[in-house]
């Protein structure tokens, strides 16, 4: 291995010559506000393999942003969504009935544990295309509630670009530059990582109890606990760096929220839909949420988002409180109900939660030998790789290294937080290309550790 080739700041396969002239036009067409850090260009997948129009070979360890959930192409997705497109595509759900929208709020219903609701008919449903109109949808309801304005977010927390869900965000600074927040208020506060390693604890980051802290501090000195509309958390933590929390967090959150009248909103857009093992990652912690967040791995890849929550709390919404023209499109219904049925009938859940716990026992057992590493965290296929230089800092560089050498050697993987690798394949990823894929990784940390520790230290 030698050190990854960059061409204007970008990392290419020795075979680039499809890739080059099109990553060259998409530069003089597209909005420079993308962040791309390597020369992937998409030519087609199947399952947890895709190929560049170069014809490299890649395991896709990225899913997409843990979008892909039943991988590239599923036959059974393919077919719902060609045969709800050969009826019709559209429809326009906010002004006419929608039979595809039924059948998935009765799924999510099923499967969507929500706080006070003893059946699913307890729950109801309310679909946008994006991540970000979810969260919009769900401090909209939260603060619909009358002299309830202030929401409470976490650092380290991303919920998506809309002025709303960007105000609660506290992930990195450059998506909040320029951008002055929404009026109301919006109070952030440190997010109970639970670390692997003492080397990892930062002050800063070991906050304790911050159920505690949110009453000491921000309800008894700041926000008076009756105006705040609602908490808006992630289950685990996505782009902040797959950050899972201290146990004994949710389960303070929710009596915070009990004893005040506050909403619990969970954001499950990354960590939903099976990829933790579970239907929501929010059921590792024992907790119920009063609104539930989705979108990512609910299509398979078509945009679509929803949010579910007690029948007396959307309740509130009076027609015309709130829409939107495409928001659960036919087509979208039909990708999110064959991507569930999937889940069920392969069985998704159990084979996440088990790949998991091999991923993470077989990467903490090499972090053992491997002084970069200081963190392997995560539940089922959504793990992360926390790297530090030798002097304790994140090791950002070294992380990005290790990401253009997993690309070289036919990985795609993706960085997130400070210092942080994730691994989010497809659910259906099979034992063999999962174990195939550590290979790769275990490997380029090796090769890493060798070309880059000590002078990154
Ligand atoms: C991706 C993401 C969002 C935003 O979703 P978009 O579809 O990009 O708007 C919100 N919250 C979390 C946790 C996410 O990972």
């Not at 927390?157 to 951008?179: E, M, P």
């Amino acid at each position: 291995m030698t050190n990854a080739p960059r061409e204007q700041g970008f990392i290419l396969r020795d075979k680039h010559d499809n890739a080059r002239p099109l990553m060259q036009r998409d530069a003089n067409s597209l909005s420079p506000s993308y962040t791309r850090s390597y020369g992937f260009v998409m030519d087609h997948g199947k399952g947890s393999t895709m190929w560049d129009v170069d014809g490299h070979e890649y395991l896709d360890f990225a899913a997409g942003i843990a979008v892909l959930s039943t991988g590239h192409a599923h036959p059974k997705v393919i077919e719902a969504i060609t045969k709800q497109a050969q009826k019709y595509v559209h429809i326009g759900a906010t002004d006419f009935y929608c039979p595809m929208q039924v059948e998935l709020a009765e799924r999510l219903q099923q499967i969507t544990p929500i706080n006070g609701a003893d059946s699913p008919s307890d729950k109801r449903v309310y679909f946008g295309n994006s991540g970000t109109e979810a969260i919009e949808a769900a401090l909209k309801l939260a603060r619909y509630r009358e002299n309830r304005n202030y929401i409470i977010g976490f650092y380290g927390s991303f919920h998506g670009r809309s002025y709303g869900a960007l105000s609660v965000t506290a992930s990195k600074y450059v998506q909040r530059a320029n951008y002055p927040y929404i009026p109301g208020g919006v109070e952030h506060v440190p997010y109970p990582g639970k670390w692997g390693s003492e080397r990892a604890k930062d002050d800063s980051y070991d906050w304790g109890d911050v159920a505690q802290y949110i009453e000491d501090f921000v309800l008894k000195r700041k926000l008076p606990a009756k105006e705040v509309a609602a908490i808006l958390v992630e289950p685990i933590q996505g782009e902040g760096g797959y950050v899972v929390p201290r146990d004994d967090f949710f389960p303070n959150l929710r009596s915070l929220c009990d004893r005040h009248g506050i909403l619990l909103i969970v954001d499950e857009i990354q960590s939903g839909v099976g990829r933790t093992g579970n239907w929501w990652a929010v059921e590792n912690t024992g907790v119920k949420a009063d609104i539930v967040c989705t979108a990512k791995g609910l299509g398979s890849g078509f945009p679509i988002s929803a949010i579910i929550a007690h029948k007396d709390v959307m309740g509130q919404w009076i027609p015309g409180a709130h829409a939107s023209t495409f928001g659960g499109n036919p087509v979208a219904c039909a990708a999110a109900l064959a991507t569930l049925d999937v889940i069920e009938e392969e069985g998704l859940l159990a084979h996440a939660a088990a790949l998991g716990n091999y991923g993470i026992g077989r990467l903490s057992e090499f972090m053992k030998s491997h002084p970069s590493m200081v963190r392997v965290d995560g539940r089922g296929l959504m793990i992360g790789i926390e790297f530090l230089t030798a002097d304790g800092k994140p090791a950002a560089k070294f992380r990005d290294e290790v990401v253009d050498h997993a690309f070289l050697h036919g990985l795609v993987t993706l960085a997130c937080g400070a210092s942080t690798l994730r691994i989010c394949p497809p659910l259906v990823i099979r034992h063999d290309e999962f174990e195939r894929g550590l290979d790769i990784i275990e490997r380029v940390i090796s090769h890493c550790e060798e070309m880059y520790y000590d002078v990154q230290a």
